[in-house]
């Protein structure tokens, strides 16, 4: 089943954004209504993160900083094991999470009490939901974008919940691929990109910003938890008039675009099946598997997106897909030249800043 | 007063300790930077920082793009395949300018691109700081960039040096970076270059000390030649 929708209607639930100061900045008002939008199917609508959350509640400075310290104790108390596996948990990341954790959840004023003169701090969330949200960080290795509720990612913020894969910093650079592209040719600028498994709608968010007011971006995921999502920070960011997220399984949503896309960028799911069981605790945990779990050896749904590039994109078109690594990059590479021979030029690895060969980019002949 | 800058001080520095994993790094295009110094005479100053002397290009004044395809840059990484199998907001960057060997880092900021960006901003300032460009100091004529620091009552701006720009403006760090080479080439006399500037002593050295990178690259040249420190 495919369902077309454009995502304001979440953004009814979303509370006013106040406070938040950052160059690029996303929309401060809540995007106007399209009555035309179909019925979701996703009942909860997407979680306020922390920082964006009023603050209505208050403590006494001295309650404050004995949670900083109960948190910081608890933080230093993890076995900094010389085992270094990496599943452990680390003091050092963790004492810097505590401080955006403060940095989200506590206004910078701080009133005077007006009787008895303590000092009182004003909260987006109360001491007692702190200390249960420290908690859940170190006693069930929650992740700490799903405490906060949000993940900085270039020079966005988006909103994240569990349903939902936190972008990765590696994936930053499928945006700048995209640049470089965009740059090179303004006829990239005025044409249709897809973002295949949008997730959060991260990839699709960078791109539309790249493109600026010309082009479109269709955005689709199978998870009606990912669309809902990514359809709010569409709206934070004041692109829905622009990027159009679309339920349904990768190229289904996108028929009438057949041999149309000027580019085509995906973060599927890559890992293998065996992996899964010894993820680290944060993503085996607590990611959907949906947006990890890439089949027997990780590249089911990376074929799949090849054979769709060779009929959705038009001649000149631009694909960029993350992988698993140098050893899946260069299956696919293998395979384009190979049994999708002719089709494709420019083919080639693009290495993550860790060295690692993380994508494969080409171009439609 | 702030929580979070409270919170600051009250948990000191959280340095990294992994080193960074040097392989290989993303470029968006083919790296060319063939430019050579033609002499590049690094000496040690006193308190141990390489000082670089060029008479090459003037890398402060490179763009942001154009300085990135000059570095190498890494980020952080413990072992593993990465991607989707990890969640660790290890996101610190380590930039190094590759003609110079100048390292920036950054590690404080909450997503992989800001902590370049901010790296960059360090490695101008630093390369502001550390490179000498020479400068004939008998036909001296000051750049515009240097103009625009100066406060206005230096005689030799011009009403097309536009009013002063302050020490946290990114546009000081050029301004900076010829006066460090006024001052370097008047051997740390800041009377002599105060005159060249059309600036009392006092004036200069209220400039100097306005911003804390300017003020410890111009003491530790002067300590170099057995000058007392401004303070
Ligand atoms: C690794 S996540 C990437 C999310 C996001 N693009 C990012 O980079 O952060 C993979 C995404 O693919 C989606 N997905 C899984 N199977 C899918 C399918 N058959 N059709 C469309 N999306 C799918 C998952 O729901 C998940 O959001």
Not at chain 2, 93 to 105: D, M, N, S, Y
Not at chain 2, 189 to 215: E, F, N, Q, V, Y
Request: with cysteine; aromatic share 8%.
């Amino acid at each position: 089943m495919i369902r077309n929708f454009r995502f304001t209607s979440f953004l009814s639930a979303a509370k006013p954004l106040t406070s938040f100061a950052c160059s690029s900045s996303p929309a401060r008002h809540p995007p106007q209504f399209t009555s035309s939008a179909s019925t979701p199917l996703r009942i909860t609508p997407p979680k306020t993160p922390l920082f964006l959350r009023t603050p209505s509640h208050a403590a006494p400075l001295s309650e404050v900083l004995k949670w900083q310290d109960w948190a910081k104790d608890l933080a230093s108390s993890v076995k900094n094991s010389s085992t270094k596996s990496e599943d452990s948990l680390d003091s050092i990341l963790l004492l810097r999470e505590l401080k955006w954790l403060t940095e989200d959840s506590i206004t910078d004023d701080i009133t005077r009490r007006e009787l008895g003169g303590e000092k009182s701090v004003k909260l987006r969330a109360s001491l007692e939901e702190l200390y249960e949200l420290w908690r859940e960080r170190i006693v069930n290795r929650r992740p700490f974008q799903y405490v906060v509720g949000c993940e900085h990612w270039r020079d966005m913020v988006l909103c994240v919940e569990e349903g939902v894969l936190i972008p990765r910093p590696e994936t930053e650079l499928i945006v700048d691929l995209v640049e470089e592209v965009v740059r090179r040719d303004d006829w990239f600028r005025r044409g249709v990109w897809a973002d295949l498994g949008t997730g959060s709608g991260a990839i699709a968010i960078g791109v539309g910003r790249v493109l600026g007011g010309c082009g479109r971006v269709i955005a689709t995921d199978v998870s009606p938890v990912a669309v809902a999502v990514a359809g709010n920070n569409v709206g934070r960011y004041e692109l829905q008039g622009m990027i159009e997220i679309r339920e349904g399984s990768w190229f289904e949503p996108l028929k009438e675009l057949e041999g149309k896309l000027v580019g085509l960028v995906s973060n599927p799911p890559y890992i293998p099946s065996d992996d899964i069981p010894g993820l680290q605790a944060e993503v085996g945990r607590h990611e959907p598997h949906l947006a990890l779990d890439g089949g027997v050896d990780g590249t089911d749904s990376l074929f799949h997106l090849c054979d769709g590039a060779s009929r959705m994109l038009t001649s000149g078109g631009f694909f960029a897909f993350e992988t698993n690594g140098d050893k899946q990059s260069k299956m696919i590479v293998d395979y384009m030249n190979s049994d999708l021979k002719n089709i494709f030029s420019d083919v080639k690895i693009v290495s993550d800043f860790a060295g690692i060969g993380r994508f494969v980019t080409g171009f439609r002949l | 007063m702030a929580v979070a800058a409270l919170f600051h001080a009250r948990f000191p520095l959280i340095a990294r300790r992994t080193s960074p994993s040097s392989v290989s790094y993303y470029c968006p295009r083919t790296l060319e930077f063939s430019h050579r110094l033609q002499s590049i005479i690094c000496f040690s100053s006193s308190d141990g920082d390489d000082i670089v002397v060029s008479e090459g290009p003037n890398y402060v004044k490179y763009s942001d793009e154009d300085l990135m395809k000059q570095c190498k840059f890494e980020t952080f990484r413990v072992s593993g395949p990465g991607g989707q199998h990890r969640n660790k907001r290890d996101s610190a960057v380590r930039l190094k300018h590759l003609p110079t060997g100048i390292v920036a880092q950054a590690v404080e900021d909450r997503s992989q691109h800001k902590n370049r960006a901010s790296a960059l901003n360090r490695l101008r300032t630093l390369l502001a700081i550390k490179v000498r460009n020479k400068v004939d100091i008998e036909a001296y004529s000051p750049p515009p960039e240097l103009l625009q620091i100066l406060p206005p009552k230096s005689t030799i701006r011009t009403s097309s040096s536009g009013s002063q720009i302050g020490p946290n403006n990114p546009k000081f760090v050029p301004g900076m970076q010829a006066l460090l080479d006024v001052i370097s080439a008047s051997d740390g006399s800041i009377a002599d270059s105060a005159k060249l500037l059309g600036l009392s002593t006092g004036a200069l050295s209220r400039l100097i000390l306005s911003h804390d990178g300017l003020r410890m690259a111009v003491n530790s040249m002067r300590a170099a030649k057995g000058m007392k420190p401004l303070k």
